[in-house]
């Protein structure tokens, strides 16, 4: 995903029965391209990509257990938790916002820990 | 055989925050031998309304809940392995570190400590990791 980007991470580490996620942005999964945008649309691209992480080491947005949400200014709090309930609906992970600086302009970016 | 995936809750209602305000998160996930807490503000445990005040208050009042959440899923402040304070400015770290002493006394958890925006005027949020049971 952000693959061609010559960050010095891996998607994902597991480690026993934990993945450990890096923070994802909201790239095109396909193209790689940046997809800059509102809190709200952002949010819909980093849980897709965050799904296909999980799914790609055989776990799953429902096997979450903790997340920090870190988004670009503490004001747009809502326009994340609207997103992230549509992605979370039911017994949702721990979690914890950060408003922070984000790498690249990007307005969101989650880091997840789940289990397998 | 995958892992228990299990949301813990406060013995005290009036401290289960994110179902009080209807946020999309929980107040904690047990996950194989693992604690994952959200974040904590202080909040006061008779009213459950936010607790404001000095940085040494809203430590102490949100380590207090942070004691009580663990507990009522069988672990405790001395099981905590990793924990994470978001502090609103980083000149208070003497005044957070001088309450935060007082509830780890011996062999303190590893700790990072940030200056961040906060919500609603709180001026402390911590989060943390901590062995179950």
């Not at chain 1, 849980?47 to 947005?61: D, P, Y």
Request: with cysteine; aromatic share 6%.
């Amino acid at each position: 995903m952000a693959a061609g980007y010559g960050w010095a991470q891996s998607a994902a580490i597991r480690a026993g029965n934990y993945l450990f996620v890096s923070g994802v942005v909201a790239i095109d999964s396909e193209s790689g391209e940046r997809l800059n945008g509102t809190v709200t649309s952002e949010a819909h691209v980093v849980f897709r990509n965050l799904k296909l992480v999980l799914e790609s080491a055989g776990t799953s947005l429902e096997r979450l257990v903790h997340v920090r949400a870190m988004i670009y200014d503490r004001i747009e709090y809502d326009a994340l938790n609207r997103v992230y309930r549509q992605y979370l609906p039911e017994g949702p992970p721990a979690r914890t916002v950060w408003s922070v600086q984000i790498i690249d302009a990007f307005k969101v970016q989650l880091d997840a820990i789940a289990v397998i | 055989m995958p892992v228990a995936r299990e949301i813990i809750t406060p013995k005290n209602d009036k401290l289960n925050v994110s179902r009080n305000l209807r946020l999309p998160h929980s107040p904690g996930i047990r996950a194989g031998d693992l604690i994952f807490l959200s974040g904590m503000l202080s909040v006061d445990p008779l009213t459950g309304e936010r607790s404001q005040g000095t940085v040494a208050h809203e430590t102490r009042q949100t380590l207090s809940n942070m004691r009580h959440l663990l507990e009522s899923a069988g672990s405790s402040l001395e099981r905590v392995v990793k924990i994470n304070v978001l502090l609103y400015d980083m000149l208070e770290f003497d005044n957070m570190n001088a309450v935060f002493r007082e509830f780890f006394p011996a062999a303190p958890p590893a700790r990072t400590t940030c200056g961040v925006q906060l919500s609603a005027g709180m001026k402390i949020e911590i989060e943390c990791i901590a062995l179950a049971g």
